[in-house]
C-alpha cells in the first residue's frame, strides 16, 4: 500500500499499549533529526504533547502488545483514525515479553503476582473498577486490527523509526536495509 501525502504537514499519533515505553525512548533517541522531522510533521496524541485521545491522523505508531481492555480500545481508535497504522517493536508484532504470561492461565498469574510471590504484603488480587479488565491471553496487534507496516526490534533503532517515517513520507513503501533489521 502507498499513500501519497498532499496535505501540507503530516499528523502523526503514537502510544504505548502494554509495552515497557522503550520503543518510544529509541523513537526519541532520533535527537535533533526530531527538529528536521517537525517541519513535515504534526503530532497527535504523543509523549510530546498532553493529547489524550488519536485524533484523525496520517500515521500511527504503536508499541506494545494488547493485554488488556484499554489497550484494545485505544489500539481500535488508532486504527479508526490512521491512515496507516504501524505495529512498532516486539511486544506489538508477537506479544513479546508480556506474551510470555501466555504459558499460564490468567489466575495462575494473578495469585503469583498478589498473592504468593516472595515480599507481597496484605495478599489480595486487586478488583477495582478503575482497573481495566485483563485480556485471558496477551496479543499482537494484527489479532484485533488490520495493520499496515510492521517495525521489528527490541526496540527498533531510531536509525530505523527515521527511515521508515522519511520513506512514508516521500511516498515510498518503507523499506529498511539489513543493518537497520533485527528482532531482538
Ligand atoms: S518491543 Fe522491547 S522495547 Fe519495545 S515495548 Fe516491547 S519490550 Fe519494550
Do not use: W
Request: hydrophobic share 40%; aromatic share 6%.
Amino acid at each position: 500500500m502507498r499513500e501519497v501525502f498532499t496535505v501540507s504537514k503530516v499528523r502523526v499519533a503514537t502510544t504505548s499499549l502494554a509495552g515497557c515505553f522503550g520503543c518510544h525512548m529509541s523513537f526519541l533517541d532520533m535527537d535533533e533529526r526530531i527538529v528536521g522531522l517537525l517541519e513535515h510533521v504534526e503530532f497527535s496524541r504523543s509523549p510530546i504533547n498532553d493529547i489524550k485521545h488519536c485524533d484523525p491522523c496520517d500515521i500511527g505508531l504503536v508499541e506494545g502488545a494488547l493485554c488488556n481492555a484499554d489497550n484494545v480500545h485505544v489500539l481500535k481508535e488508532f486504527r479508526e483514525n490512521c491512515k496507516i497504522l504501524i505495529a512498532v517493536g516486539a511486544c506489538a508484532i508477537n506479544g513479546g515479553v508480556p506474551a510470555m504470561r501466555n504459558h499460564f492461565t490468567l489466575q495462575e498469574c494473578l495469585e503469583e503476582a498478589f498473592l504468593d510471590m516472595i515480599g507481597v504484603d496484605n495478599p489480595h488480587i486487586p478488583n477495582d473498577v478503575e482497573i481495566p479488565l485483563l485480556l485471558s491471553k496477551v496479543h499482537p496487534l494484527h489479532e484485533v486490527v488490520k495493520v499496515d507496516y510492521y517495525l521489528p526490534g527490541c526496540p527498533p533503532s531510531a536509525d530505523a523509526f527515521v527511515k521508515v517515517l522519511t520513506d512514508l513520507l516521500e511516498g515510498k513503501e518503507p523499506s529498511l536495509p539489513k543493518s537497520m533489521l533485527h528482532y531482538d
